[in-house]
């Protein structure tokens, strides 16, 4: 009984001292449920691909994860894959009374092949295959009876009562047969290994084989510890933490890289030794898996753990530099605040403040002990500062100073926040503290702090920013408060005024950065500018983030800037001589603090901390920065789909035997599509496990432009027109890092409608069509033309004696017209020869008058016996011939008679031309009467010279060319009502 007490005890303690191997850095751990592989519970074995491709040994066969999707594909005979291995591009598996391989046919698809066939006669009495190891060249399966090598394509069976295990590392490939205990595989056979340890019956079960680099062989047993094999010589690995591991049931072992080895476990998770024995870390169900059975343990090429359980699938991001801190795992809380002090680091959190040994060198990772709980600091930690070399605790109850591990009370009045220096001076005499209630002044004698009773009483001054003599304050709701002290020393608050609207309801904070008070609102990013007095717009930091919304800013030692933007943290990187650089960290979005409880404390570039919702995460950031340069990553292509009314693959996402990490994958549909199958699905992944990875694509044919990054692992074109296409995708991850591009060609052939054999038929019947409507036409066209003939003939008899008849009238009607001609000709002549006699007839009457005036006159003169009245006489008959010469009335007489003889001839030409004068009317009737210029010269009184300048003016006003005379173009005039009407038009 003793003894079985000393036993559990002592299981005790080294359970106890294991855990504290941990450290306080846990990694991040995804769970995979059934519910989101959608497969069987239990997953028994893991592999790797050399691509990246991730396979479990599942309840319902072969299960593929890619680091998107999820597949599973079932053995011929439905059984349970109970173990498998990957080599040369074939995914050898075994399973009930089955062995074969997973390859990959041209489509890409990946298909199964059974072995089994192969199998020699009478060798074939075997049931589940357990394990499966690659050796050389061959691959060899184990099973309780037999152990079958597949060697040069054909399968070599070695038979036993009992094999209970084979494995491999790197030196010897090692079973363990019932009668026989360890053998080794030489020279094409098993043989012996000999041991100071008793392997036969069922002393021993044997589980895992291993690498210890210079150290050997590593081999763990079930239940009876761990051993190594050197130069032949087999040592018990013999240690407190291993031996208290031997009792949780190991059941797998990998080597992580050459240093470490991870060990599941059936009862307690898992755990990562050293070459030395030395158990550097072990994580359970308490920090996270889904269960402590662990069937199977692997990690992939980003040195991942990833474990196969009875009920899922978990992954271990143990290569992270991104860990998690919980100070206590009984009681997780959120943390507030942390500070690196002395010698140790404390974090404050919901249920109090934590503290731990820290290396001198900062390195979290060699951290070996636990985090303890400071001395009467229960209750919730909100803000840690150091003062005058001393460490201040901010609390819902008070304000405390931490001393030694523990805590004292300084103010228990009000809930603090946090303490500030109000001078450089060092050790300030006066200091600040943020509280509930407004802000108080604490003065520092001897070593003390002492609480004057000095405050200044408003809202919660939760963010205290002080820069020389500026001090603000501000609250998330109520707005900013200016500091100010009066002439006893009592601090005063103004409220701020907000003229220029800067401030908004909530999210108003307040950061010192780079020397700077920075104001940080809903409406953007301010600075304070000493020389107004007041804030503005900061272009510096607008510029960085443009119209986000911050929380939370920080400065590290490096002058990088670190921020929180809607619970999602990054750092704006100065380190480079280019322009900053923003780095997130999308693995923790949305599982940072956020509502006005933000917090980032970086200590150097290896170490920062950010508040979560459980503890802290740490993160090393110089090793994060480094991470994206580390692993190769790609991206692939995982499927492409063709569908009409069902699917049709085209692609299965695999290609043999190939690693495409520097290329990417490249893949040329080797048949053509048909266009009603002209709707294409693609799916891609990046097997990349430790970070967000985003993707960017195209269709080259269909698009131009790369579709935005996102996280979408698949894209859809429906209804593409006949063509040749190229499916180009990229993947970046969340350090930056561009992978190379994967790409898809296929061509969609043209509907059938549009193809070249279409093209001919219908050329074909198109010259058949038109040599049917051509030899129609033909014989159309000589019916059509005979009758054409006829018609012709007819017509032309027909125009023949139209043409006659219309003759003949043409010939009467010529006839009559000339005769109308002749007797208008006559009729003008007797008008005009009417119109002469009543002119000369006139101008005798006028003569006649003037002669028998004058005769009269001249009988009176003759009678007149006195001179002087002789003379007079005479005068006045020369007068009466110069008043007849003179005479309007005889000029009016004339144009009268004249237009009656000649058609309206003055009347029709002053209306053409109005601008002509009486005398110019007079000279165109003596014109159109075709008398001589010398009978004119006479009629008008002038000289012939003169009649000759009026005649060359009166052209002038006709605007008669110089070729057309006048005595023509007058006697058109009046000709005839015809000439009367062209004339017109053409003046006008």
């Given at each position: 009984?003793?003894?079985?007490?000393?036993?559990i005890?002592?299981?005790?303690?080294s359970?106890?001292?294991?855990l504290a191997?941990n450290?306080i850095?846990?990694?991040?751990?995804?769970?995979?449920?059934k519910?989101?592989?959608?497969?069987?519970?239990?997953n028994?074995?893991?592999?790797?691909?050399?691509?990246?491709?991730?396979?479990f040994?599942n309840?319902?066969?072969?299960l593929?994860?890619?680091?998107?999707?999820?597949k599973?594909y079932?053995?011929?005979?439905?059984?349970?894959?109970?173990?498998l291995?990957?080599?040369?591009?074939r995914?050898?598996?075994?399973?009930?009374?089955?062995i074969?391989?997973?390859?990959f046919?041209?489509?890409?698809?990946?298909?199964?092949?059974?072995?089994?066939?192969?199998?020699?006669?009478?060798?074939t009495?075997?049931?589940?295959?357990?394990?499966?190891?690659?050796?050389?060249?061959?691959?060899?399966?184990?099973s309780n009876?037999?152990?079958?090598?597949w060697?040069?394509?054909k399968?070599?069976?070695?038979?036993?009562?009992?094999?209970a295990?084979?494995g491999?590392?790197?030196?010897?490939?090692?079973?363990?047969e019932?009668?026989?205990?360890?053998m080794?595989?030489?020279?094409?056979?098993?043989m012996?290994?000999?041991?100071p340890?008793d392997?036969t019956?069922?002393?021993?079960?044997?589980?895992?084989?291993?690498d210890?680099?210079?150290?050997?062989?590593?081999?763990?047993?079930?239940?009876s510890?761990?051993?190594?094999?050197?130069?032949?010589?087999i040592?018990?690995?013999?240690?407190?933490?291993?031996?208290?591991?031997?009792?949780?049931?190991i059941?797998?072992?990998?080597?992580?890289d050459?240093?470490?080895?991870?060990?599941?476990?059936?009862?307690?998770?898992y755990?990562?030794?050293?070459?030395?024995g030395?158990i550097v870390q072990?994580?359970?169900?308490?920090?996270?898996?889904?269960?402590?059975?662990?069937?199977?343990?692997f990690?992939?090429k980003?040195?991942?753990?990833?474990?196969?359980?009875?009920?899922?699938?978990?992954?271990?991001?143990?290569?992270?530099?991104?860990?998690?801190?919980i100070p206590s795992?009984?009681?997780?809380?959120?943390?507030?605040?942390?500070?690196?002090?002395?010698?140790?680091l404390?974090?404050?959190?919901?249920?109090g403040?934590?503290?731990?040994?820290?290396?001198?060198?900062?390195?979290?990772?060699g951290?070996?002990?636990d985090?303890?709980?400071?001395?009467?600091?229960?209750?919730?930690?909100?803000?840690?500062?150091?003062v005058?070399?001393?460490l201040?605790?901010?609390?819902?109850?008070?304000?405390?100073?931490?001393?030694?591990?523990?805590?004292?009370?300084?103010?228990?009045?009000?809930?603090?926040?946090?303490?500030?220096?109000?001078?450089?001076?060092?050790?300030?005499?006066?200091?600040i503290?943020g509280?509930?209630?407004?802000?108080?002044?604490?003065?520092?004698?001897?070593?003390?702090?002492?609480?004057?009773?000095?405050?200044?009483?408003?809202?919660?001054?939760?963010?205290?920013?002080?820069?020389?003599?500026?001090?603000?304050?501000a609250h998330?709701?109520?707005?900013?408060?200016?500091?100010?002290?009066?002439?006893?020393?009592?601090?005063?608050?103004?409220?701020?005024?907000d003229?220029?609207?800067?401030?908004?309801?909530?999210?108003?904070?307040?950061f010192?950065?780079?020397?700077k008070?920075?104001?940080?609102?809903?409406?953007g990013?301010?600075?304070?500018?000493r020389?107004?007095r007041?804030?503005?717009?900061?272009?510096?930091?607008?510029?960085?983030?443009?119209?986000?919304?911050?929380s939370?800013?920080?400065?590290d030692?490096?002058g990088?800037?670190?921020?929180?933007?809607?619970?999602?943290?990054?750092?704006?990187?100065?380190s480079?001589?280019?322009?900053?650089?923003?780095i997130r960290?999308?693995?923790?979005?949305?599982?940072v603090?956020?509502?006005?409880?933000?917090?980032?404390y970086?200590?150097?570039?290896?170490n920062?901390?950010?508040?979560?919702?459980?503890g802290?995460?740490?993160?090393?950031?110089?090793?994060?920065?480094q991470?994206g340069?580390?692993?190769?990553?790609?991206?692939?292509?995982?499927?492409?789909?063709?569908?009409?009314?069902?699917?049709?693959?085209l692609?299965?996402?695999?290609?043999?035997?190939?690693?495409?990490?520097a290329?990417?994958d490249?893949?040329?549909?080797?048949?053509?599509?048909?266009?009603?199958?002209?709707?294409?699905?693609?799916e891609f992944?990046?097997?990349?496990?430790?970070?967000v990875?985003?993707?960017?694509?195209?269709?080259?044919?269909?698009?131009?432009?790369?579709?935005?990054?996102?996280?979408?692992?698949?894209?859809?074109?429906t209804n593409?027109?006949?063509?040749?296409?190229?499916?180009?995708v990229?993947?970046?991850?969340?350090?930056?890092?561009?992978s190379?591009?994967?790409?898809?060609?296929?061509?969609i052939?043209?509907?059938w409608?549009?193809?070249?054999?279409?093209?001919?038929?219908?050329?074909?019947l198109?010259i058949?069509?038109?040599y049917?409507?051509?030899?129609?036409?033909?014989?159309?066209?000589l019916?059509?033309h005979?009758?054409r003939?006829?018609?012709?003939?007819e017509?032309?008899?027909?125009?023949?004696?139209?043409?006659q008849y219309?003759?003949?009238?043409?010939?009467?009607?010529?006839?009559?017209?000339?005769i109308?001609?002749?007797?208008i000709?006559?009729?003008?002549?007797?008008?005009?020869?009417?119109?002469?006699?009543a002119?000369?007839?006139m101008?005798?009457?006028?003569?006649?008058?003037l002669?028998?005036?004058?005769?009269?006159e001249?009988l009176?003169?003759q009678?007149?016996?006195?001179?002087?009245?002789r003379?007079?006489?005479?005068r006045?008959?020369?007068?009466?011939?110069?008043e007849?010469?003179?005479?309007?009335?005889d000029?009016?007489?004339?144009?009268?008679?004249f237009?009656?003889?000649?058609?309206d001839?003055?009347?029709?030409?002053?209306?053409?031309?109005?601008?002509?004068?009486?005398?110019?009317?007079?000279?165109?009737?003596?014109?159109?009467?075709?008398l001589?210029?010398k009978?004119?010269?006479?009629l008008?009184?002038l000289s012939?010279?003169?009649?000759?300048?009026?005649?060359y003016?009166?052209?002038?006003?006709?605007?008669l060319?110089?070729?057309l005379?006048l005595?023509d173009?007058?006697a058109t005039?009046?000709?005839?009502?015809?000439s009367?009407?062209g004339n017109?038009q053409?003046?006008?």
């Amino acid at each position: 009984m003793k003894k079985r007490l000393s036993t559990i005890l002592f299981t005790l303690f080294s359970t106890v001292h294991v855990l504290a191997q941990n450290g306080i850095l846990i990694p991040d751990i995804i769970n995979f449920s059934k519910k989101i592989y959608e497969s069987g519970n239990q997953n028994r074995a893991i592999d790797q691909d050399q691509r990246g491709l991730l396979y479990f040994a599942n309840d319902d066969g072969l299960l593929v994860f890619d680091g998107t999707y999820w597949k599973t594909y079932p053995l011929p005979n439905g059984c349970i894959v109970r173990s498998l291995a990957v080599k040369d591009g074939r995914i050898y598996v075994g399973g009930q009374q089955e062995i074969g391989y997973f390859f990959f046919d041209e489509k890409g698809v990946l298909t199964y092949r059974s072995l089994k066939p192969l199998i020699p006669p009478g060798e074939t009495e075997f049931t589940d295959v357990w394990r499966i190891v690659r050796w050389g060249n061959d691959v060899f399966f184990q099973s309780n009876k037999r152990i079958f090598r597949w060697h040069e394509g054909k399968i070599i069976a070695y038979k036993s009562i009992n094999w209970a295990f084979i494995g491999a590392s790197k030196q010897m490939l090692i079973a363990q047969e019932y009668d026989k205990g360890l053998m080794v595989f030489k020279n094409d056979q098993w043989m012996p290994l000999a041991s100071p340890y008793d392997f036969t019956k069922d002393k021993v079960a044997m589980r895992a084989v291993g690498d210890l680099g210079e150290q050997g062989t590593f081999m763990a047993t079930l239940k009876s510890g761990c051993y190594t094999i050197r130069d032949g010589n087999i040592r018990r690995l013999e240690t407190p933490s291993l031996t208290a591991m031997g009792q949780q049931l190991i059941q797998s072992v990998y080597n992580i890289d050459t240093a470490r080895i991870v060990i599941a476990t059936r009862l307690g998770g898992y755990y990562i030794i050293n070459t030395r024995g030395e158990i550097v870390q072990h994580m359970t169900k308490e920090e996270g898996l889904q269960s402590n059975a662990v069937n199977a343990v692997f990690s992939d090429k980003e040195k991942n753990i990833w474990l196969g359980l009875n009920n899922g699938i978990d992954m271990v991001v143990y290569n992270s530099p991104i860990n998690h801190i919980i100070p206590s795992h009984d009681n997780k809380g959120p943390g507030y605040s942390a500070s690196l002090y002395g010698d140790r680091l404390y974090v404050g959190t919901a249920l109090g403040l934590y503290s731990v040994p820290i290396p001198s060198d900062n390195n979290f990772h060699g951290i070996k002990e636990d985090f303890s709980p400071v001395r009467s600091s229960n209750g919730l930690v909100w803000g840690l500062s150091i003062v005058n070399d001393q460490l201040l605790m901010g609390k819902n109850d008070g304000a405390f100073l931490i001393r030694d591990n523990t805590s004292a009370p300084i103010d228990s009045s009000t809930g603090f926040w946090s303490f500030q220096s109000l001078t450089a001076q060092q050790p300030s005499p006066r200091v600040i503290a943020g509280a509930y209630n407004g802000v108080h002044i604490y003065y520092y004698q001897g070593g003390k702090f002492i609480n004057p009773k000095s405050h200044a009483f408003f809202e919660s001054a939760r963010n205290i920013v002080v820069m020389g003599d500026d001090i603000w304050v501000a609250h998330p709701y109520q707005g900013l408060y200016k500091i100010d002290f009066n002439d006893s020393g009592r601090p005063l608050s103004r409220p701020y005024a907000d003229k220029r609207n800067f401030l908004s309801a909530g999210h108003n904070h307040l950061f010192r950065i780079h020397d700077k008070i920075v104001l940080v609102t809903r409406k953007g990013i301010y600075e304070y500018d000493r020389s107004i007095r007041d804030f503005s717009p900061s272009t510096f930091f607008n510029k960085i983030f443009g119209p986000a919304t911050i929380s939370y800013l920080r400065e590290d030692n490096q002058g990088n800037i670190w921020f929180i933007e809607d619970k999602k943290p990054g750092v704006v990187d100065f380190s480079s001589s280019k322009n900053p650089v923003i780095i997130r960290f999308p693995e923790i979005n949305n599982r940072v603090l956020g509502n006005d409880e933000e917090f980032i404390y970086p200590i150097d570039k290896n170490n920062v901390l950010i508040a979560s919702e459980t503890g802290f995460y740490h993160i090393d950031y110089e090793r994060y920065r480094q991470s994206g340069r580390d692993h190769s990553l790609r991206v692939l292509l995982r499927s492409v789909t063709a569908y009409h009314k069902r699917d049709s693959t085209l692609f299965g996402g695999y290609f043999y035997g190939k690693d495409t990490a520097a290329a990417g994958d490249v893949y040329d549909l080797k048949r053509n599509i048909i266009h009603k199958w002209n709707s294409i699905h693609v799916e891609f992944s990046s097997p990349y496990f430790g970070g967000v990875v985003e993707y960017s694509c195209r269709l080259k044919g269909y698009e131009r432009e790369w579709s935005q990054w996102s996280k979408k692992t698949e894209r859809t074109y429906t209804n593409l027109p006949a063509g040749n296409y190229e499916f180009e995708v990229m993947a970046r991850n969340n350090t930056g890092r561009q992978s190379s591009m994967s790409r898809v060609t296929f061509t969609i052939l043209p509907p059938w409608y549009e193809t070249l054999f279409a093209y001919l038929v219908y050329a074909a019947l198109i010259i058949a069509i038109i040599y049917f409507f051509y030899k129609r036409q033909q014989k159309k066209y000589l019916v059509q033309h005979v009758g054409r003939l006829k018609k012709q003939r007819e017509r032309f008899e027909e125009e023949q004696r139209r043409q006659q008849y219309q003759h003949q009238l043409e010939i009467e009607k010529n006839e009559k017209e000339i005769i109308r001609l002749k007797n208008i000709k006559l009729e003008a002549e007797v008008e005009h020869n009417n119109a002469q006699l009543a002119s000369n007839t006139m101008n005798l009457l006028q003569k006649r008058e003037l002669l028998n005036k004058i005769k009269d006159e001249i009988l009176i003169i003759q009678e007149e016996q006195e001179p002087d009245k002789r003379t007079k006489n005479v005068r006045r008959i020369i007068k009466i011939i110069n008043e007849q010469l003179e005479s309007i009335d005889d000029w009016e007489r004339f144009s009268q008679y004249f237009d009656k003889s000649n058609n309206d001839f003055l009347k029709i030409l002053k209306e053409l031309y109005p601008q002509l004068t009486a005398a110019d009317l007079k000279l165109c009737a003596y014109l159109r009467l075709n008398l001589s210029t010398k009978a004119i010269a006479d009629l008008l009184n002038l000289s012939i010279r003169g009649v000759e300048s009026s005649r060359y003016r009166l052209r002038k006003k006709l605007s008669l060319e110089g070729d057309l005379s006048l005595f023509d173009f007058l006697a058109t005039i009046g000709s005839s009502e015809q000439s009367r009407s062209g004339n017109g038009q053409l003046q006008h």
